[in-house]
């Protein structure tokens, strides 16, 4: 069965940081690109960043470019994504989406496997 | 702030045919790039409907069906049923933001 698992959300002060993970099964992680999408209460998908399969390609939104890193360890099946620098307005739930295509950039096929998420609450 | 602009909400009647329109721009649509449909039930992940303007990933019902022109696409819904209740989401790639946008999202209510 093809899953994607996150974890590492949890209640975080404002200025400080988190790490999540995104643990993949089920599918040949290191032949595709995966994404981070977060979901702030009561509102819209937000894509958050993305990186290609051997990670020689990566996009961040603006809301986030700066104080977040994408990265991935293709011998661990994992995805994960450093958040520094915490505002109130990044509490969200973020989504590991898995992409069809290897690369980052062109988006051919969108995202077609997607986790439960993890939630994230950014307050003093 | 997204750059896709979508309706806040479309009802329509069990049986009806309901459509989501989604609205870009030359960076993204106009520039050549595919558009993207999911579905969010309540409480859930979202799951893809529709990859690369018009196919259906197996196992969605052909009630789904989506097409773009120029710098719109859309989303219609045929023999609209109580469990199509949910938000849609319209997604490209934009090279003025060298990433990815999720549009602004649709209600779609079953009166």
């Known amino acids: 069965e093809v899953q994607l698992v996150e974890s590492g959300g949890g209640l975080v002060q404002p200025g400080r940081s988190l790490r999540l993970s995104c643990a993949a099964s089920g599918f040949t992680f290191d032949d595709y690109a995966m994404h981070w999408v977060r979901q702030a209460p009561g509102k819209g998908l937000e894509w958050v960043s993305g990186i290609s399969w051997n990670s020689g390609s990566i996009g961040y939104a603006d809301s986030v470019k700066g104080r977040f890193t994408i990265s991935r360890d293709n011998a661990k099946n994992s995805l994960y994504l450093q958040m520094n620098s915490l505002r109130a307005e990044d509490t969200a739930l973020y989504y590991c989406?898995?992409?069809?295509?290897?690369?980052f950039g062109l988006g051919p096929y969108g995202m077609d496997v997607w986790g439960q998420g993890t939630t994230v609450t950014v307050s003093s | 702030q997204s750059v896709l602009t979508q309706p806040p909400s479309v009802s329509g009647a069990p049986g009806q045919r309901v459509t989501i329109s989604c609205t870009g721009s030359s960076s993204n649509f106009g520039a050549g790039y595919d558009v993207h449909w999911y579905q969010q039930l309540p409480g859930t992940a979202p799951k893809l409907l529709i990859y690369a303007n018009s196919n259906r990933p197996s196992g969605v019902p052909d009630r789904f069906s989506g097409s773009k022109s120029g710098t719109s696409a859309s989303l219609a819904i045929t023999g609209l049923q109580a469990e199509d209740e949910a938000d849609y989401y319209c997604q490209s790639s934009d090279s003025s933001l060298s990433g990815y946008v999720f549009g602004t999202g649709t209600k779609v209510t079953v009166l």
């Open positions: 989406a898995k992409d069809p295509y290897y690369d």
